[in-house]
């Protein structure tokens, strides 16, 4: 067959209407790196691809649009090693705050440089994983993502609830959080089928605002349920105590 | 600004991971993915889970883009359609199953089998822009403009097709490939924004 002779078949392959040995022929000689074949099955791309957009346009949701940039502001944030590290380090009140760094000078001075040391590559490997567990969930093709608001009074947390429903992990990033008052953390609750809440973990914020939670969803979830963070006194309470939740969204997770 | 840039730019400051160009590739072509998403799957929702999707993996993968295989428009329609096609086969598989094992099947109604009107592919074409696909739509038979719908918008296989239609598969596949063909070769005329 000549490349003339394969326009048709190369258009039909654009269209995904071709199958059995004669897409396997086509492929095939399209790998061998034909540039006539490769540039016809590009025309015909171009030509399938102005047959799909002859549908109206359809203005899409903003939400989709803040979801999109949130998503990608959080990947570049968790590439950048330095940054994450340093932000959570100051949400755990770690090993940089200058009481444990005297703590550790003692350390160093009594001989301990090991132990130190030791301390700084398992924290160095947690943030590794931490991050790279992260950025599995946010870059998983089964991701889904849920928006979450704070209350329409008071301060504005906002931010998203990242699920991977293949490997079930799940992990909050939300900005402009206050921290908890005094005595108090955060707890992410969800809700399973009857209504009853779920507690999913302590949400972890830090000096500038920045809440984030890395964690399993629990398998008894409604997916059409709420997901809500709250104050409470008792990170290992078994319902919510709190009057209302400083971040909330609905999970409306009915195909996957 | 990132606004004002063509395709071809902005797709290069997207590998360069450049946010504000992703943001405005979406401006510029959010809406036709969408309304492609939302014609094949008919479900608000799942059209935007596909969206973010699209323009997620454009992110993702923009560093293996290459120009000369076809525009960003292009590409994200490719993209858009194989995926809510992808989509939209997984969900028909659920729900066969669902159906096998005799359990109900609220959403198997909703989309199932389709009591769509065989031009609802027509009158989802409008504007001057697609005029001429319009015209060329309009140019096949009645036969031919549905089973081109069913397979190229629905994501039907050729079996289901004539199954629905009652035909015989090897009638269908003909008809589809030759209905297509005629398109192309509408809409490469010269004078009809032909690209050759």
Known sequence: ?256 | MAEGRDDLTLMELVARRDASALDALYLRHSSLVFALCLRILRNHAEAEEVLQEVFWELWRSSGRYAAERGSARVYLVQLARSRSLDRLRLRRRRESLLADAGGPSAVASELGGDGRAPNALAAALSGEENRQVRAAMCELSEAERRAVTLSFFDGLSHAEIAAQLGEPLGTVKTRIRRALLRLRGLLMTPGNGGVR
Request: aromatic letters at 4%; one cysteine or more.
């Open chain 1, 1 to 256: 067959m000549t490349c003339e002779e394969r326009r048709d078949a190369l258009f039909l392959l654009a269209a995904d209407e071709l199958d059995g040995a004669e897409r396997d022929e086509l492929r095939a000689h399209l790998a061998e790196g034909c540039p006539q074949c490769l540039g016809a099955l590009a025309e015909a791309q171009a030509l399938v691809a102005r047959l799909a957009s002859g549908i109206e346009p359809v203005t899409a949701p903003e939400s989709v649009r803040r979801a999109l940039a949130a998503r990608v502001a959080l990947e570049t944030r968790l590439a950048e090693p330095q940054a994450l590290d340093a932000a959570t380090r100051r949400a755990r009140g770690g090993w940089a705050r200058p009481a444990l760094a005297a703590g550790i000078a003692a350390l160093l001075a009594g001989g301990a440089t090991v132990l130190v040391t030791q301390i700084r590559v398992r924290s160095a490997e947690r943030d590794a994983r931490t991050r790279q567990a992260a950025l599995d969930v946010i870059g998983s093709p089964y991701m889904r993502a849920i928006e979450l608001s704070g209350p329409a009074l008071g301060f504005q947390g906002h931010g998203h609830l990242y699920w991977d429903y293949h490997s079930g992990g799940c992990y909050l990033r939300a900005t402009a959080m206050r921290a908890p008052d005094a005595g108090k953390v955060y707890v992410l609750w969800f809700t399973d089928a009857d209504g009853a809440p779920l507690r999913a973990g302590v949400v972890e914020v830090s000096s500038d605002g920045e809440a984030q939670l890395l964690t399993e969803m629990p398998r008894e979830i409604d997916v059409t349920g709420e997901v809500a963070v709250t104050a409470e006194a008792d990170p290992h309470a078994e319902r919510p105590t709190a009057d209302a939740a400083v971040l909330h969204g609905e999970l409306q997770l009915l195909h996957f």
